[in-house]
Structures are given as structure tokens and as C-alpha cells.
């Protein structure tokens, strides 16, 4: 029982530790798309794109891992339950929130094609800057 616990404990690590990494990488993703308001680049949306396509695989790989530790490891404490189901519930939100930064790179790249940079978008990336 000892070993199947540390093994549960371990992927339970693993688990939180990719829905970090995964977070950190959202945050990075919505701060470049936020940039792209102020200073639209075609290129750049493209590479937005790309990063929200790992995020969303991550996301995937993510839920993957709490379906496997629940089948597999069949935790027994509610708490455990409750962890499980909020990395699921985390994993989907930021791979929402990374489609939002999709949408945000595209608006500004929409506006500059359209004549110009919308003054209260260019404003966004400041106030991001300051959410601290």
C-alpha cells in the first residue's frame, strides 16, 4: 500500500507540475499577444498560433494524466478527488484563456489592416503591466 501511495504521490507532482509549467506558459502567451495590440505584426500572430497549439496539446496531455491517476492509482480521500478535478477544471480554463490570446493577436493585426491602431487597445498593454 506504501508503494502504490508514493506512486500516487508522484504523479500527483507531475500533474501539478505541468499544469504550472502550462500556466506559465499561458500568462507568457496572453502578455505577447497584449503587445500585438500596441504593435501588430502578421508574423507574430503566426507565432501566437503555434504556442496556443502546443498549449492546447498540453491541455489534452494534461487531462490525460488526472483520467489515468483516477483510473489507475482510484484515490480515496475527497481531497484527492477535489485536486484531480481541479486540474481539470485549471488545465481547461487556460487552454481557454490561450484562445482568448489567439483572438487578441488577431484583433490587433485587424485593426492595423483596417488603417491604424484603435488608441484605447494601445492602452491595454500598460495596464497590463501594472496588474501587479
Known sequence: MVATRTKFETMMQNLRDD??????????LLQDAVVLLARP????VEEILRRDDIID?????IE????????????????????????????????????H???IARTGTKIASEGGIYRPLADIPL??????
Open 64 to 99: 490525460e494524466q488526472c483520467l489515468r491517476i483516477l483510473t489507475m492509482q482510484q484515490p480515496v480521500l475527497a481531497t484527492d478527488l477535489r485536486t484531480i478535478s481541479m486540474y481539470l477544471k485549471a488545465a481547461s480554463d487556460l487552454e481557454r484563456i490561450g484562445d
Open 41 to 44: 505584426l502578421p508574423e507574430a
Open 101 to 103: 490570446a489567439v483572438n
Open 19 to 28: 499544469l504550472l509549467h502550462m500556466g506559465f506558459e499561458v500568462e507568457a
Open 127 to 132: 495596464l497590463a503591466e501594472r496588474r501587479g
Open 57 to 61: 496539446l498540453e491541455a489534452t496531455r
